[in-house]
Nanobody, 123 residues
């Protein structure tokens, strides 16, 4: 029943910033763990940020460094990903995911997915 819709992707130059949003519907409350994944052509889908249901735990893979920040506003049923200092290698389709997860970076722990939003970073 959960539906996730991403927005905020676009075409930017290296060094620019973007803020992605993911809005949840079809559920009485925003009480699921959530994450952002990305997938570039020819690559495996990879997690770039995780946030627990209440926002008290956040995790990022090492390659993210300090460039990305995940947050959520449960009152607005919205998940965010602030991306700074974007690089060409960040070019990918970014997906919002939700579920009751055990391993934050494991894509198979997430039951619900958005359709993705394209982020393209040029040199």
């Amino acid at each position: 029943q959960v539906q996730l819709v991403e927005s905020g992707g676009g075409f930017v130059q290296a060094g620019d910033s973007l803020k992605l949003s993911c809005t949840q519907s079809g559920r009485a409350s925003m009480d699921l763990d959530m994450a952002w994944f990305r997938q570039a052509p020819g690559n495996e889908r990879e997690c770039v940020a995780f946030i627990s249901r209440l926002g008290d735990t956040k995790e990022y893979p090492p390659f993210v460094g300090d460039r990305f920040t995940i947050s959520r506003d449960n009152g607005r049923n919205t998940l965010y990903l602030q991306m700074n200092t974007l690089k060409p290698e960040d070019t990918a389709v970014y997906y919002c995911a939700a579920g009751s997860v055990i391993v934050p970076f494991n894509q198979y722990d997430y039951a619900y997915w958005g359709q993705g939003t394209q982020v393209t970073v040029s040199s």
